[in-house]
């Protein structure tokens, strides 16, 4: 009896998504990462590892100079 070839899932795969707006390397679906909304007519996103983008909070959180809000 023949063996069936095995199939390959989608969530298998790993996709190019786009270029870290931090960073500028190449996004995988593989990694972990965020999308932001760049606009919303018509809505467009932005990727950004999720490393990346705790990082930069985490440096203007620490930057005396940027705004804060008091809410």
């Not at 969530?11 to 932001?36: G, N, P, T």
Request: with cysteine; charged share 35%.
């Amino acid at each position: 009896m023949r063996k069936k070839a095995k199939k390959t899932k989608l969530e298998d795969l790993s996709r190019y998504i786009s270029k870290c707006i931090y960073c500028q390397k190449e996004i995988y679906s593989d990694h972990s990462f965020v999308a932001l909304v760049k606009t919303l007519e018509p809505i467009t996103h932005v990727y950004a590892h999720y490393q990346c983008m705790k990082d930069d909070d985490h440096s203007r959180a620490e930057d005396k100079t940027f705004e804060q809000h008091n809410y």
